[in-house]
């Protein structure tokens, strides 16, 4: 059996038995399952974004890179396509229009944007415009976010739905709003905020929509599971809902209760919680409005989930159920609830955010460059140590055999009793290079062996470690191999450098684990022959991208080509348009990126609506309360000190000053070139 395999690179990815083209790239990055029908990929091997989906226009995302590029943006940069999130507005909106025509609903259904998700100004702006001619709302969750929504929403149709903590200011604020035309609806989701609603009711003499929130007895599963039940954070138990409903009874206040909600978590990834949720709160519907509360909304809070990694099934990467299922099961559920007691079907209401705007931003940053263990024989001295000749004839051991008189082909078949003895060698070789390994450290630590020696040690292990894995990569697919010897490849990895600060950009891969879809832009039909995973700029051990989706499977190394000299490689985090840029962090002072909004044009290619310029390094320092001028001060006065002692030149000087002075003007991140 002959395991030289030209199929298989030195760090154990299998090369295919044919031309490489950018469907295999595709596949290999699950691009053709998580980024239908938004992403794919042209015969080029470059990412392309379809922002209409499949209505139709595309754009080539290394050539729009390199166009921004040339407009002055510098990576990382954030892209938004705002024409994205009009075509999830699209279809959120469609699939509860076809479900509600299926069933034959009664109701209809307006849906609100968590702000909480993206309080982004032009974000939240696109969301109202593109919404407007469904009544799209907002949902707030603080003064603040309650701000920028009475600021936004003029449509005196479309519903603001008040959560969170609420103090006197915050209800008093809603209930004058209401006077203005707009539709706050403050939703009890404390016990306490009951007597505080009355109160300012009757010293102002009007009421808000008032809504309630039930803690639903229904547990949820994925990572958010532990956050619904009865242990909630929000939400009122039946008791606690039942003297609500009395309290506001005896205010005079029972006719502005108009509206139900529940949350069951977000990114639900398994339907049959939903079911289960929808069929609680929709009894919970039906006995309110027999206890006398007109009613009218029933929200079924937020969770819609997104399918990051492309296996759709109820892992938590994932979820096992369509928009199109979403929609049919919400309206089903509640029409079953109400028609069999007379009750007229609610107006639903859903706070869909990561469901709308995970896939309209790509972040896009460049590999600064890659490392990986030195796995190259050193040349032989002419008198050396017996440690280092061990060493040296393990690795050629290794190197020489099989190939010297086996008899069986990889390519035909290899039986097992072959596949044993194979596994049986690299095992005992494996074995042989840690035992000398470990003599070469111990010889050192006692001055026996010289630091060159011992790096010259340490070069032939990795050496004897790459050859082992040239080796398991011919092994047939399926073979049992020891736990020891498969994590080789691993080991070998390389490590990417990349542009960009994990805690400011993706904070949720450190926090809770989130995977989300990271790939290369370009290269795409070209066969990976490096397993990676990605350091950033962080001066912070956590301050890496090591855990990539893998068919409902969880990995730590991605598929990455060798970097070329002089040839950019630009990596795409995708599906993390929610949440990422409103959590992040200003570790090691590693600001916002740059920003840009693109448009699909009307006579094809796009327009550049908006650009959002990165935190400079001047902004970072004045959040944390540092002078900029200040600090440029102290600096000059130090030069001239240095100028005055001999030690720096007049003209190091101003160019120090010069670099400190631009610096201050540039953005946080390592410039290219």
Known sequence: MVLADPRRSETGVRLSDSAWTAADGASLYGLDRWGDPYFSVNARGHMLVQPRGDRGGSLDLVELVRELQGRGLSLPLLIRFDDILEDRLERLHGAFERAIAQYGYAGRYQGVFPVKCNQQRHVVEQLVESGRRWHFGLEAGSKAELLIALSLLDDPDALLICNGYKDRRFIETAILAR????????????????????????????????????????????????????????????????????????????????????????????????????????????????????????????????????????????????????????????????????????????????????????????????????????????????????????????EAWPARGSEHDSSQGADASAVSGVLEHLQEAWNDALKFRDDALAAFRLGYLSLPERGKAEQLSWACCRAIARHLATLPPGTAVPEELRTLPAVLAGTYYANLSV???????????????????????????????????????????????????????????????????????????????????????????????????????????????????????????????????????????????????????????????????????????
């Open 179 to 398: 006077q203005l035309g707009r539709q706050p609806v403050v939703v009890i989701e404390q016990a306490d905020e009951v007597p505080r609603i009355i109160a300012a009711s009757h010293e102002l003499g009007a009421a808000p929509l008032i809504g309630i929130r039930a803690k639903l007895a229904t547990r949820s599963t994925g990572r958010w599971g532990s956050s619904v039940g009865e242990r909630a954070k929000f939400g009122l138990s039946v008791p606690q809902l039942l003297s609500c409903v009395e309290a506001l009874r005896q205010a005079g206040l029972l006719a502005d209760l108009r509206l139900l909600h529940f949350h069951i978590g977000s990114q639900i990834n398994d339907i049959a919680v939903l079911k289960d949720a929808l069929q609680e709160a929709g009894r919970i519907y039906v006995e309110l409005t027999r206890l006398g509360a007109p009613m009218g909304y029933l929200d079924v809070g937020g969770g819609l989930g997104i399918d990051y990694d492309g296996s759709r099934t109820a892992s938590a990467a994932s979820k096992n159920y369509s928009l199109q299922n979403y929609a049919n099961d919400v309206v089903a559920t509640v029409r079953e609830c109400c028609e069999p007691h007379g009750v007229t079907p609610p107006t639903l209401v859903s706070e869909s955010g990561r469901a709308l705007a995970s896939h309209f931003s790509v972040l896009v940053f460049n590999v600064l460059g890659a490392a990986s263990l030195t796995g190259s024989e050193p040349e032989a001295a002419v008198e050396e140590a017996l440690i280092l000749r061990n060493l040296r004839e393990t690795l050629h051991t290794i």
């Open 503 to 673: 805690f400011r950009s993706a904070p949720d891969t450190w926090a809770i684990d989130q995977l989300f879809p990271v790939l290369p832009l370009q290269r795409l039909n070209e066969q990976p022959t490096r397993l990676g995973s990605f350091a950033d700029l962080t001066c912070d051990s956590d301050g890496k991208l090591a855990r990539f989706i893998d068919r409902g499977q969880v990995k730590p190394l991605l598929e990455l080509h060798e970097l070329r000299q002089g040839e950019p490689y630009w990596m795409g985090l995708f599906l993390a348009g929610a949440y990422q840029e409103v959590m992040g962090n200003l570790h090691n002072l590693f600001g916002s990126t740059n920003a840009v909004h693109i448009r699909l044009a009307a006579g094809g290619g796009y327009q550049v609506d908006h650009v959002v310029r990165g935190d400079t390094n001047a902004e970072v320092l004045q959040a944390m309360e540092h002078d900029p001028d200040l600090l440029l001060e102290r600096l000059r006065v130090a030069s001239e000190v240095a100028i005055a002692s001999g030690r720096l030149g007049i003209g190091d000087a101003r160019r120090l000053m010069a670099h400190l002075r631009s610096s201050l003007e540039q953005t946080t991140y390592l410039e290219e070139g």
